[in-house]
Structure formats: C-alpha cells, structure tokens
C-alpha cells in the first residue's frame, strides 16, 4: 500500500518514518528507515538511510535500488510453502486443530492484496484478472484458487517437491520420480529376497512375503552375485 502524505505551512521537524508489518501480521509498527526498510536498498550508506528521498514502491526507479538479502526471500519461502504443506496433509479425527489454524491465517494474510480487476486482452476485450503486490502473494492466492477447484498440494515421496493434484491417489509430482522410486523399492525388494534365501527360507515363502511372482523371485536369486550360493543346501532344494 502506498500513501503520500503532503504537509505546508510550519509543520515543524518530523523524523522521516515508515509503517511496516510483518509478512504474516498485519499490525503495522511505525519505525525509522534505517531499523528494517533501509537494509532493502543496499547501495545507501548507512548515513543516507534515514534521510533519502525514497522512491515510490513498483516504480522502475524503485525495483532498481531495491534488493531482498538471501536469507529474507528463504524464510518467505519457508512460511508459504509450510502453511501449504500443513493444509495439503488431512486433519485428524477432531477437525483442524491450531497449526491448521494458524497456516489458514498465514495463507490469507499473504494473498489478502490480491485484487481482482478488469482489463484490455490482446484484441481490445476487457477480461478479468487477478493483480498482486508480490510473488509470494501471487503463490498464496494460486494456492486458493487451486482449494477452489478441488487440487490438493502433496509432497512427492520421492524428491519431496510439493505438487499440485485433483487426483488423492497421486504420490509423484512427475513421471521420472514414479519411475525412480519403483526402481528404488524394486532393488529394495531384491536385497531382501537375497537375505531371506540366505537365512533359508524357500523361494514361495520369500515371493509370498514380498508379494512377487515366485517366477520374479527365482529371477533375482539366479543373478550374478546372489547371496543365495551362500543358502544352506537344504533351502535350496525348496520351492
């Protein structure tokens, strides 16, 4: 939000101040430039940072001098995408409890300066469309509309990536992953098997605990290098 504030006459010696909240609070706290707003803009000197005539914000002088310290971008980040991650999982047996609560409040504070406004498409129509003050509120409103319209965000249990799915079966944000991670419990499955005709269980027995064809278990047993030559002969003669 911006305000211009224009006093004449003696208006007195005022030190300059900004109004400031945080990403998830909207109480706004009235403090000098130099304590939170300065350290945006890198390029002023200490000095400078309480008494330089600051562009107004979305200008194209303004997105020059500003600039987010790493470390400021990774906790706004972390606060989206963990509001996210707490509502995307079900709630328990009484309801939403306080983390869902307050991941709820946290998505709404971000996209509360989302706007929905009118305007011209490439051929003079008018369309709507929704207009936001930065990135992280953008995400938070596409996190809404996606509720909307019934798209859940899961984790893909193989690489951790949030993802966006209508579908409740879904566990991969992508093809490669699935792919990955049936590979991964497949050689799983093959070491286990190996351990089992070690200790001497027979073939059906393994192929009926891992839930395999019998024909799939001989298969990883006969590969180089099994561990089943290691199996007392006695298991061995079983199938």
Not at 95 to 115: F, H, K, S, Y
């Amino acid at each position: 939000m911006i305000q211009t504030q224009e006093i004449s006459g003696d208006a007195g010696e005022e030190k300059a101040s900004v109004l400031i909240h945080g990403l998830n609070d909207l109480t706004l706290v009235e403090e000098a430039p130099s304590k939170t707003w300065g350290r945006f803009f890198p390029s002023l000197s200490l000095g400078r940072r309480d008494t330089f005539s600051y562009p107004p914000p979305y200008t194209d002088e303004f997105c020059r001098l500003y600039a987010e310290r790493l470390g400021d971008f990774c906790n706004a980040a972390k606060l989206l995408a963990g509001a996210m991650e707490r509502l995307g999982r079900p709630f328990g047996e009484n309801g939403p409890g306080l983390e869902e609560t307050q991941a709820l409040d946290t998505i709404n504070l971000l996209c509360r300066p989302v706007a929905s406004v009118l305007d011209f498409d490439a051929n003079g129509r008018l369309v709507p469309r929704r207009e936001a003050p930065s990135l992280l509120a953008s995400f938070a409103e596409m996190f809404v509309q996606d509720q909307a319209y019934g798209r859940r965000v899961l984790q893909c249990v193989c690489c951790g990536t949030p993802f966006v799915s209508s579908a409740y079966q879904a566990r991969y944000c992508k093809l490669n992953c699935r792919l990955l991670e049936q590979k991964r419990r497949l050689r799983l499955q093959m070491k286990t098997a190996k351990e089992f005709r070690a200790q001497g269980q027979s073939i059906r027995q393994i192929s009926a605990t891992l839930g395999q064809p019998v024909a799939m278990v001989k298969g990883w047993l006969a590969k180089k290098g099994s561990s089943s030559k290691r199996a007392p002969p006695s298991s061995l003669a079983r199938v």
